[in-house]
């Protein structure tokens, strides 16, 4: 398993000085980057000993997928820059969340109808990450976050009816955690699963987790382990008072309950 963390452009140096193989950055950043910006940007970033695997963010939370007057040929164009400068930093594949940007609405009269449209726009999406050899993965969010898609089996089964191979899905600690969604999910799903996330999940506030903080990951690594997880799991922390000290510490809490997993299943 590979560690990575969340954050903006300005907070590399930190994430790498805390010993992390990757950081998971915003792409809506990224995207608003000028070309010399950019082009700067990356060569500090290909140089800064990291790798950018995955990013975060493809959609600004603002924009509302089924609203009336919503542009989609815009956003999709929005994803085309998106895909290709998170591949030119090495990107293979990049979370679709985005929860009330998908999220029905609750007048909705043609609940279904909606389903199709999401999956329309999610299925163009994947054709636009196809060109650039990236891969989609939906995120199951939490009731909180979103009212479309909220467990990993649902989201897997969402996933595999769009026909696109390149459409997968991931698990995220929070989201379980808040939609009650067992942790054998990961496992039964475990051939869609291509990508973690990982948070303190009681409170409201997204913090890095930490040994004695309350609660305990022990069964959501036991779950990665079982199923035989390989890929990134990134800590998704966005609230902090100290980003390098609090990470430099989550980062080897979170080295040892990889190990206690693997050890002591």
């Given at each position: 398993m590979k560690f990575g963390c969340f954050?903006?452009?300005?907070?590399?140096d930190d994430i790498a000085a805390c010993g992390f193989d990757t950081a998971e950055l915003d792409l809506c950043e990224i995207v608003a980057m000028d070309a010399k910006s950019?082009?700067?940007?990356?060569?500090?970033?290909?140089?800064?000993?990291?790798?950018?695997?995955?990013?975060?963010?493809?959609l600004p939370l603002s924009v509302r997928i089924h609203e009336n007057g919503f542009d989609r040929d815009k956003w999709l164009e929005h994803v085309d820059v998106a895909a290709r400068r998170a591949a030119l930093l090495g990107a293979r594949m990049i979370p679709f969340g985005a929860g009330k940007c998908?999220?029905?609405?609750?007048?909705?009269?043609?609940?279904?109808?909606?389903?199709?449209?999401?999956?329309?726009f999610i299925a163009r999406i994947c054709d636009i990450f196809q060109k650039y050899g990236l891969d989609l993965v939906i995120e199951p969010l939490g009731p909180a976050n979103s009212n479309f898609l909220n467990q990993v089996g649902e989201t897997a089964a969402f996933a595999?009816?769009?026909?696109?191979?390149?459409?997968?899905?991931?698990?995220?600690l929070r989201h379980m955690y808040k939609s009650e969604d067992a942790f054998e999910a990961v496992f039964e799903n475990r051939r869609e699963i291509?990508?973690?996330h990982i948070d303190y999940p009681k409170g409201e506030l997204r913090r890095f987790p930490q040994e004695g903080d309350g609660y305990s990951y022990a069964p959501y690594f036991r779950a990665l382990v079982r199923a035989d997880y390989q890929g990134i799991l990134t800590i998704e922390a966005s609230s902090y008072e100290n980003f390098r000290r609090e990470a430099d510490k989550s980062l080897g809490f979170l080295k040892k309950c990889e190990y206690e997993a693997l050890h002591r299943p």
């Open positions: 954050g903006f452009a300005n907070q590399l950019f082009s700067k940007f990356r060569e500090k970033a290909l140089g800064s000993g990291l790798t950018f695997e995955v990013f975060s963010g493809l998908r999220s029905i609405p609750e007048d909705c009269t043609d609940v279904p109808g909606a389903r199709r449209r999401a999956g329309d595999r009816s769009l026909g696109k191979e390149n459409c997968h899905t991931m698990c995220d291509r990508h973690a």
